[in-house]
């Protein structure tokens, strides 16, 4: 089987178990961070399988109607958001993909959280730069005991970070559903009395959201405007839970004062080409929240171990099971 692996931008496949396990496959990996759709069409070309990560470039119909030879997708994760999948059912392309590692109640996206608020309150980027400039300390950081941490959605990455608040600490005030709100107070959390208070009272705000339609835009330009002038918003969930613009307007009128970020509309983000790049009360991350050993080692196992099924005759996790229905009656 011909096997193209595109968007593996930190070359982590080929460090993991799971790679031997490919050979007697002609497997060609691509390094290279794009938003062309093109490209997707070179790289792709000829080959039977592609093993795609999870929320990279959109995967769009003109994209696959261009891949005649493409017969199987193995997504490392569930999230197929950018996949069509009735496109990959109308052309005849079948689909595995597989979950997530579930049971660390922190996970690596909430480690990052914490690491970029304490980069932020500390002022971490700046002063090592000043001091490998030649410089000693020129700004005073702010510390997280007694402070308030606002949570908005108590999920698996949320409650994480919120038990890692306390520990420091911190008053933990939550929002979100009523499922989310209702799992934080059985965990002894405050529930902010209204979403205005949520907003109103957080020293630092981190988004926990998962970015579908229903939840695009959720987070408004007015929720931002009652943020404190001296308050920190963090988003290692999605971008587009944001209101489209409503971070950058906010952070140039001072409320909130700074934003933590590593995720953007449109990733990747090359040639430095985001506002958010240019100004000097946001830090700003390359999707690092995913990035980690252990991860790429679960995901790219579970991938694998889809391809190897297919191979064999004997798909699992698949999206579209008709698509073998289909390829009987051909």
């Known amino acids: 089987m011909k ?3 595109i968007h593996d931008y930190a070359d982590a496949l080929r460090k993991t178990r799971a790679f031997p396990r490919l050979q007697g496959h002609e497997v060609m990996i691509y390094n290279d961070p794009y938003l062309d759709p093109a490209r997707v069409v070179e790289q792709v070309d000829g080959c039977d399988a592609l093993l795609l990560t ?15 030879a493409l017969k199987f997708i193995s997504q490392t994760g569930r999230n197929v958001s950018h996949l069509d999948v009735n496109a990959c059912t109308e052309l005849g392309i079948l689909v595995s993909a597989g979950g997530h590692e ?21 002022h971490l980027p700046y002063e090592v730069e000043q001091l490998k400039q ?10 997280l ?11 698996r990455i949320g409650s994480g970070v919120a038990r890692v608040g306390r520990a420091f600490g911190m008053k933990v005030l939550c929002w979100g559903r009523e499922s989310s709100l209702a799992r934080a107070r059985a965990e002894g959390f405050e529930v902010a009395a209204s979403r205005e208070a949520f907003f109103e009272s957080a020293d630092v705000l981190s988004l926990h959201i998962k970015s579908n339609d229903a939840t695009r835009g959720i987070v408004t330009a007015a929720d931002l405007a009652r943020m404190k002038p001296t308050a920190l918003l963090v988003n290692t969930s999605r971008a587009p839970i944001i209101e489209d613009g409503a971070l950058v307007a ?6 909130p004062g700074f934003a933590a970020i590593d995720v953007f509309e449109d990733e990747p983000v090359i040639g430095a080409n985001h506002p958010l790049l240019n100004m000097k009360n946001a830090l700003c991350t390359p999707h690092l929240g995913y990035n980690e050993k252990s991860s790429y080692e679960h995901v790219y196992a579970g991938g694998v171990e889809q391809l190897l099924a297919y ?9 579209n099971p008709e698509v073998l229905e289909q390829r009987k009656t051909v």
């Open 311 to 319: 191979a064999a005759g004997q798909p699992v996790n698949m999206l």
């Open 145 to 155: 005991h007694g402070r308030t941490l606002g949570i908005y959605a108590f999920g």
């Open 134 to 143: 030649g410089h000693w300390h020129s700004t005073i950081g702010t510390r």
């Open 250 to 255: 906010a952070l140039h009128q001072g409320r």
């Open 102 to 122: 579930g049971d660390n109640p922190y996970t690596v996206t909430g480690e990052l959280a914490w690491a970029l608020i304490l980069a932020s309150l500390r």
């Open 54 to 68: 999870q929320q990279r470039v959109n995967i769009t119909h003109d994209i696959l109607r261009q891949l005649p």
């Open 3 to 5: 096997i193209a692996v």
